[in-house]
């Protein structure tokens, strides 16, 4: 089976039942007007049991892609955060109980290989862009929210964002290129 067609039916098909299950499982708790948060403990076995064995490292790339833009919405464009949670039912992973959000990759932990994490932000990227290109936000667009994250240390640290840095430079150069 192609990759990339896989990657995009278990997040479209699979991942928001699997997240339903796993938010049901967990002790998730709402913040008004901040959404869901999950303690990251809760990303244990018990309860991600429901969870079969080939779906497991596309779920955790789907959870850390979706903390991240999440994340990256609510601190760079706070008008447009109501509309973009209410659209998105996003969650935050938070350490304990502390209100202090995760760092998405680490949700990604070392046993998530760096070709499938790639292979799954190139689809989310394309995903994320279509999103914002289609849902007009005050000040959330595609371009915005792109700088946001290029601009962002905690995002593009590390292996894992500078997987993310890369996608989205080349996306940026890719267009570039096409209109020169």
């Avoid at 464009?77 to 935050?92: C, E, G, I, S, V």
Wanted: charged fraction near 25%.
């Amino acid at each position: 089976m192609n990759r990339d067609f896989e990657v995009k039916e278990y997040y479209y098909k699979k991942f928001r039942d699997q997240f339903t299950e796993f938010l049901r499982k967990s002790d998730a708790h709402k913040h008004p007007g901040k959404g869901t948060f999950i303690s990251i403990q809760d990303l244990n076995k018990e309860n991600l049991s429901h969870i079969p064995r080939e779906d497991y490292v596309l779920f955790h790339c789907a959870l850390a892609c979706t903390i991240l833009i999440d994340q990256v919405v609510y601190t760079y464009f706070k008008n447009d955060y109501q509309k973009f949670q209410q659209m998105t039912l996003y969650p935050k992973i938070e350490y304990g109980i502390t209100n202090i959000n995760v760092n998405p990759w680490t949700v990604t932990h070392s046993t998530i290989d760096l070709n499938t994490l790639k292979q799954f932000l190139e689809f989310f990227v394309d995903d994320i862009k279509s999103f914002f290109k289609e849902n007009k936000f005050k000040e959330a667009t595609w371009d915005a929210v792109r700088m946001a994250m290029l601009s962002d240390k905690d995002v593009i640290s590390g292996s894992r964002g500078e997987v993310l840095k890369r996608i989205l430079e080349n996306q940026h150069n890719n267009i570039l290129t096409k209109t020169i």
